[in-house]
């Protein structure tokens, strides 16, 4: 079900380009407006008629996407949406071309910082710190052990490295996303 | 029967025995801490008390608090739920002596079983099969080294007064006994007030097999058969199931007449739990009595259509069981998944925040007990359980796909949950085979760093219309909350207006 684009009549009346993050996977997703109704093209695929049939206040969002249904909740996010659909939950970073293109400079420099900060999952309570500054750690080594939730959580490196900074000590509160250590 | 009961507790589990008590044309009462002011477990009550501050320290385990408050509005008997003050002997002695009825077993039995060394020591003694180990508290990390060499590695160090996973850690080798110990130290005085550990072998590969139990005070026992809750994180307890893919009519017989006999031995009354390994040969090993309602007791009322929440009032008000055990029938397959507010795709850690939409799951077969709805923050104060999704089915095939669509019915915006984890268990080929034991989540579960194409795709359309429709407009999602406060006032101001 291919849009007509041979008819003079069928011509898009508007077209917004997003570009959507998931991870470390980037989409482009363009929307497509026609007198026939939504279109949606992802990357350089083929364009594909959207219907949408609720965007309630709660955060409902469902669509008919090229005859199938998608039943979804849409949340905002601190840095984007969270989308809720067919049992996963994820965080998406949506940004429309124009923004995209500002953002693109940036970004190198930031997301290489970030990936190398250990940031607290929770609030909580340092229990222990295992490494010092200096110190060489392999992946899945614990860094620090932080206790909420009535449990005690071992804090692990992601990716072997160094350890740069220790921002933290043992017995110290710490808030949401707090910077514990940094790798380098 | 009792006509007034006070809930000691919040969250599910609260929720949950207000709805046995409102079929039983009991009053319930609810108590809140400051942070829970507006919780669903105390909107659902008939009364409902502050029992002040925030954390549980200062709110649910305050038992002179609890007594005084149930003093003070008429209950006569005190359901504590799990955790907090459900299996302390102290406080189940000061209900008695404040003439109010603990509706669990006598302190005198908790006392016995709630200490796992002096636990160990009845059972042995009782007949009960036990894992290789020592029974009495190991006061020093070099000890326990020592120890450990003399039994053989894998061991396992736990708190002496613990349950639930807490305070407890694997050791593989001998080198890490003692920061483990420490951990695991800290942990149990932190969670339950006391260090003290013990330690005995690991089971390699051990299926986590727990038989029901419920006594009246009249010495008659039963057992509901078991429940299967090998899949866990953290020693924690994700999805159970009953009757157990491993345990046959005959197993079934001779565990259930070891929990009976367990029970007996401490002269236990009202439900508990006796916890089981099953290794891969069949050899069963008794591991601990939980001396209250678990958290998965939906699925045994399930199978054998018992409502034990009902039977715990009943017999803590002196009535005898109305059933004996050749009428305890099994009967189809159930299965129970925990929501939790974790992110299974970074290591189960919590997840916080605020839950702005949920969407519940319905239909045949399908029971969901929660206190979960839109406006409810989740707060790192509190366990991190949601709900819990029960299914019931005439076969276990057809629990596991009702299962699958009940959880693609399940969605909570706001906070990581679990349900994508179970939907992936539902279908995860050696779960399927029955073929489970306690490290199949760490063995068998990936992270989802990736996702696949079609999937991507479909998250990116709905990111990108979610965009395209609303831009950065603020949701006018009203916490629930919030909501019923408004009309309150609104009323109250309508009432106060003077014509």
């Known amino acids: 079900m291919t849009a007509d684009r041979s008819s003079e009549l069928d011509r898009p009346l508007a077209v917004t380009r997003y570009r959507v993050r998931v991870g470390d996977q980037e989409t482009t997703v363009a929307i497509v407006e026609r007198a026939a109704g939504l279109f949606v093209r992802l990357d350089d695929g083929p364009e594909r008629p959207l219907e949408i049939l609720a965007r309630l206040a709660d955060g409902e969002l469902s669509v008919v996407l090229d005859g199938e249904l998608l039943r979804a909740l849409v949340g905002e996010r601190e840095a984007g949406r969270m989308i809720v659909y067919g049992g996963r939950s994820v965080d998406a970073t949506v940004l429309d071309e124009r923004a995209a293109r500002l953002a693109s400079a940036a970004a190198g420099s930031r997301r290489a910082a970030a990936e190398a900060a250990i940031r607290a999952p929770m609030p909580g309570l340092v229990v222990a710190v295992n490494v010092e500054p200096g110190q060489a750690v392999t992946r899945g080594m614990t860094l620090v052990v932080l206790s909420a939730m009535k449990m005690q959580n071992e804090l692990t490196a992601r990716e072997a490295g160094t350890v740069k900074e220790v921002h933290v000590s043992a017995g110290q509160t710490v808030d949401q996303n707090q910077v514990l250590v940094t790798l380098a | ?499």
């Open chain 2, 1 to 499: 029967m009792f006509s007034k009961v006070l809930i000691a507790n919040r969250g599910e589990i609260a929720t949950r025995v207000v709805r046995a008590c409102r079929e039983l044309g009991i009053r319930a009462v609810a108590v809140f801490s400051d942070a829970d002011r507006g919780a669903p477990h105390v909107r659902t009550a008939d009364e409902a008390y502050p029992l002040g501050g925030t954390t549980a320290a200062e709110s649910y385990l305050r038992a002179d608090r609890l007594i005084e408050i149930a003093k003070r509005c008429g209950a006569e008997a005190v359901h504590p739920g799990y955790g907090f003050l459900a299996e302390n002997p102290a406080f189940a002695s000061a209900c008695a002596a404040a003439g109010l009825v603990f509706i669990g077993p006598p302190p005198e039995a908790m006392q016995a079983l709630g200490s796992k060394t002096s636990a160990r020591k009845i059972m042995e003694a009782a007949g009960v099969p036990v894992v290789p180990g020592t029974l009495d508290a190991i006061p020093t990390p070099a000890e326990a080294a020592d120890l450990a060499r003399e039994i053989g590695f894998p061991v396992a160090l736990k708190a002496v007064s613990g349950g639930g996973g807490r305070g407890m850690r694997v050791v593989e080798r001998p080198e890490d006994v003692e920061s483990a110990f420490r951990q695991a130290s800290d942990e149990a005085a932190a969670s339950f007030g006391d260090p003290s550990l013990y330690l005995e072998r690991l089971v390699v590969r051990p299926r986590h097999v727990e038989i029901q139990i419920l006594a009246d005070q009249h010495g008659n026992v039963v057992h509901l058969g078991e429940r299967e809750c090998s899949v866990q994180r953290r020693h924690q307890k994700l999805v159970e199931e009953s009757p157990s893919p491993a345990v046959d009519a005959a197993l079934r017989a001779q565990m259930g007449e070891v929990a009976v006999k367990a029970a007996q031995a401490v002269g236990y009354t009202n439900a508990g739990t006796c916890e089981m390994l099953l290794d891969q040969q069949g050899n069963f090993y008794f591991l601990e009595v939980n001396a209250r309602l678990q958290v998965e007791h939906p699925i045994t009322e399930l199978v054998t259509g018992i409502d034990l929440v009902h039977q715990q009032l009943r017999v803590a008000a002196g009535e005898p069981l109305g059933f004996k055990q050749s009428d305890v029938q099994l009967r189809g397959h159930a299965i129970e998944c925990r929501i939790q507010a974790e992110d299974p795709d970074n290591q189960f850690f919590p997840s916080t925040g605020r839950i702005t939409a949920v969407r519940a799951p319905h239909g045949p077969g399908v029971r969901l007990d929660g206190a979960l709805e839109a406006g409810m923050d989740v707060t790192p104060l509190y366990d991190s359980l949601l709900a819990k999704l029960s299914v019931w089915a005439e076969d276990r095939p057809a629990a596991l796909a009702r299962m699958f669509r009940a959880l693609g019915e399940t969605q909570v915006l706001g906070v990581r949950t679990t349900v994508g984890f179970h939907r992936w268990l539902m279908r995860h080929p050696p779960f399927v085979a029955g073929d489970v034991d306690t490290e199949i989540v760490q063995r068998d579960w990936m992270p989802q760093t990736e996702l696949p194409p079609d999937e991507l795709e479909r998250l990116a359309v709905l990111a990108a219309l979610a965009e395209h429709l609303g831009g950065r407009r603020r949701q006018v999602v009203a916490p629930a909350a919030e909501a019923e406060g408004r009309w309150l006032s609104f009323a109250r101001r309508a009432a106060l207006r003077v014509p």
